[in-house]
T-cell receptor
């Protein structure tokens, strides 16, 4: 069964802390994505990666960075967390050609920044 | 990227058919239409995808008219467990920036 695993379901951090959100997929997918989801705004793409060490900005990359050192792992980094980054973060992966292929999502990581 | 418009919410009762229409007036020739379902506290999951006419699987049917400027997701005989948010997406190969709008919140009542 396909699986995308996010390291933490719930996190509470303080303003200014560095935050790492980890995502691992076991499907040998080329593409991996980080979204954030806020009420009434749907899912917004933060960053995506189509290959190891490759990354592209999504619609809202400000305040975030990513790392993809291995094919199966895609990390989202908040260098200095702020309260407006309190949100649900969703990782996804897909194989082959995006836009035609299916996105597989993790369960999400709910981050609260105090 | 083709922009999509779908209703914010819909209410239904168990056993009824639910039809959610998504407008995508500027859909391009190479674009596919994909629908996802999201339950509370979970990530979205793929339901169905189509290019034209009609596609059916064990969960839903997708109707796409000839001009492809809209599509309708049909959920037959819904149950309480079909209460979820449904997203319509339009995208093509190598289109990484797929846009999930606010989706349609479907509430099924007993």
């Amino acid at each position: 069964d396909v699986k995308v695993t996010q390291s933490s379901r719930y996190l509470v951090k303080r303003t200014g802390e560095k935050v790492f959100l980890e995502c691992v997929q076991d499907m040998d997918h080329e593409n991996m994505f980080w979204y954030r989801q806020d009420p009434g705004l749907g899912l917004r793409l933060i960053y995506f990666s189509y290959d190891v060490k490759m990354k592209e900005k999504g619609d809202i990359p400000e305040g975030y960075s990513v790392s993809r050192e291995k094919k199966e792992r895609f990390s989202l980094i908040l260098e200095s967390a702020s309260t407006n980054q309190t949100s649900m973060y969703l990782c996804a992966s897909s194989g082959g050609e995006q836009g035609v292929g299916e996105l597989f999502f993790g369960e999400g990581s709910r981050l609260t920044v105090l | 990227l083709a922009k999509t418009t779908q209703p914010i919410s819909m209410d239904s009762y168990e056993g009824q058919e639910v039809n959610i229409t998504c407008s995508h007036n500027n859909i391009a020739t190479n674009d596919y239409i994909t629908w996802y379902q999201q339950f509370p506290s979970q990530g979205p999951r793929f339901i169905i995808q189509g290019y034209k006419t009609k596609v059916t699987n064990e969960v839903a049917s997708l109707f796409i008219p000839a001009d492809r400027k809209s599509s309708t997701l049909s959920l037959p005989r819904v149950s309480l467990s079909d209460t979820a948010v449904y997203y319509c997406l339009v995208g093509r190969a190598n289109d990484y920036k797929l846009s999930f709008g606010a989706g349609t919140t479907v509430t099924v009542r007993a």
